[in-house]
């Protein structure tokens, strides 16, 4: 699937993977504002994207233990995910993410 980032200067990276998650494609393709710190355990935020309201349903919710996570981080919103959460699949294809402050 083809996934593009918007970076925090408005740069959009468009990058392509197969499977695995969405972060460690980011962090393959140093997508800049995706560090990817905890490995992708859910439990540093470093990964934090918004996805558009209108591209919402390719995602899904985040799970109860990412929704405590993304309680912490100021810049979440009810779009937010932490994308090494999210695994790549065909049905992503044409997404795009924000990386998030
Ligand atoms: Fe740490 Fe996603 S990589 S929460």
């Known amino acids: 699937a083809k996934i593009t980032f918007i970076t925090q200067d408005n740069i959009p990276v468009i990058v392509e993977g197969e499977s695995g998650s969405v972060m460690a494609l980011a962090v393959e393709n140093n997508v800049a504002g995706i560090d990817g710190d905890c490995g992708g355990v859910c439990s540093c935020a470093t990964c934090h994207v918004h996805v558009t309201k209108e591209q919402f349903d390719l995602v899904s919710e985040a799970s109860e ?3 405590d996570m ?7 919103n009810e779009y937010s995910r932490l994308c090494c959460q999210i695994d790549i699949t065909e049905q992503l294809d044409g997404l795009v993410l924000t990386v998030a402050g």
Request: hydrophobic fraction near 40%.
């Open 70 to 76: 993304l309680e912490l981080d100021d810049d979440a």
């Open 65 to 67: 233990i990412e929704k």
